[in-house]
């Protein structure tokens, strides 16, 4: 069975940082790009980043450019989100999703994890 | 950026009757549009992918359309355990998302 973990949420001070995993297992990991989608309370999916299957190509939504960074460490099965200078409005469930092929573009998400939530408050 | 814009952004229909929600692209995605379903207090689920092709295990009341621009989700008789939001994704280029379309029963 294919599977995500993801972990590393928490309540975070806004400007403060948080790095979210999420454990994959059931599938050959270098094969699939992976990507991290979250949705704020209430409100729809957005699209954060991706990352390709040998990991030597990223991609990030504007909002999040500069501020965050995807990774993967084949050799553990983990994909990252290194987040920093957090916002209130960075505030959501974080979900990690695995593509369907090699490459973010002209794949869609076909498996989801159960997400990891991420509070930025004072 | 290509933006994914749904229609409506809710409804309202009585069991057995026959859904339809539209995604539109703001440029052309020839059929690399996906669709999905997301429970109240779940996690988003694929439906369909290459705008028409059903995911394993998808109940056949379920059908996707479209191609370029415009495409379309239907269900053929709405079932109570379809009350859920739904997604359109484009995945032409980096991923993007519609706005969502809230369905519920009458």
């Known amino acids: 069975d294919v599977q995500l973990l993801e972990s590393g949420g928490g309540l975070v001070q806004p400007g403060g940082s948080l790095r979210l995993s999420c454990a994959a297992s059931g599938f050959t990991f270098s094969n699939f790009a992976m990507n991290w989608v979250r949705q704020a309370p209430g409100k729809g999916l957005e699209w954060v980043s991706s990352?390709?299957?040998?990991?030597?190509?990223?991609n990030y939504a504007d909002s999040v450019k500069g501020r965050f960074t995807i990774s993967r460490d084949i050799s553990k099965n983990t994909l990252y989100l290194q987040m920093n200078s957090l916002r209130a409005e960075d505030t959501a469930v974080y979900y990690c999703a695995k593509s369907s092929g090699q490459y973010y573009f002209y794949s869609y998400m076909d498996v989801w994890g159960k997400g990891t939530t991420v509070s930025v408050s004072s | 950026d290509i933006q994914m814009t749904q229609s409506p952004s809710s409804l309202s229909a009585s069991i057995g009757d026959r859904v339809t929600i539209t995604c539109r692209a703001s440029?052309?995605?020839?059929?690399?549009l996906a669709w999905y379903q997301q429970k109240p207090g779940k996690v988003p689920q694929l439906l369909i992918y290459a705008a028409s092709t059903l995911q394993s295990g998808v109940p056949s009341r379920f059908s996707g359309s479209g191609s370029g621009t415009d495409f379309t989700l239907t269900i053929s008789s709405l079932q109570p355990e379809d009350v859920a939001t739904y997604y359109c994704q484009k995945y032409n280029t980096a991923p993007g998302f519609g706005g969502g379309t809230k369905v519920e029963i009458k």
């Open positions: 440029q052309g995605i020839s059929n690399y």
């Open positions: 990352i390709i299957g040998s990991g030597g190509n990223t």
